[in-house]
């Protein structure tokens, strides 16, 4: 039985306008944003290039970005998620 990876396999390359389905962040407007804010980082990655007049994201390049922007999410803090929330998810009375 082979083994599954637990990242998912990107594409080899894409334009942003057809950003793929299931390629965070899911959608060709929420990638303009991305690519407004991390466009240096993007290139510096190797996940950005232009050809001609149309960006193209580097499937290898956007994979080792995302890996390095990972410890940011491990800092996002959700309010809903503290325990003093407890009592409005589950209904009880928070611990």
Same mark, same amino acid.
């Given at each position: 039985? =082979?083994?599954?990876?637990?990242?998912?396999?990107? =594409?080899?390359?894409?334009?942003?306008?057809?950003?793929?389905?299931?390629?965070?962040? /899911? !959608?060709?407007?929420?990638?303009?944003?991305?690519?407004? !804010?991390?466009?240096?980082?993007?290139?510096?990655?190797?996940?950005?290039?232009?050809?001609?007049? /149309?960006?193209?994201?580097?499937?290898?390049?956007?994979?080792?970005?995302?890996?390095?922007?990972?410890? /940011?999410?491990?800092?996002?803090?959700?309010?809903? /998620?503290?325990?003093?929330?407890?009592?409005?998810?589950?209904?009880?009375?928070?611990?």
């Amino acid at each position: 039985m =082979p083994i599954k990876s637990s990242t998912p396999t990107l =594409p080899h390359s894409w334009d942003l306008r057809t950003w793929p389905e299931g390629v965070w962040p /899911n !959608s060709d407007e929420a990638a303009r944003r991305l690519l407004r !804010s991390h466009r240096a980082e993007l290139q510096a990655a190797g996940a950005l290039t232009r050809i001609g007049r /149309n960006l193209v994201f580097m499937g290898a390049g956007y994979q080792k970005w995302l890996a390095s922007q990972a410890p /940011n999410v491990t800092q996002y803090d959700v309010p809903m /998620n503290r325990p003093e929330h407890a009592s409005k998810r589950f209904g009880g009375a928070a611990s």
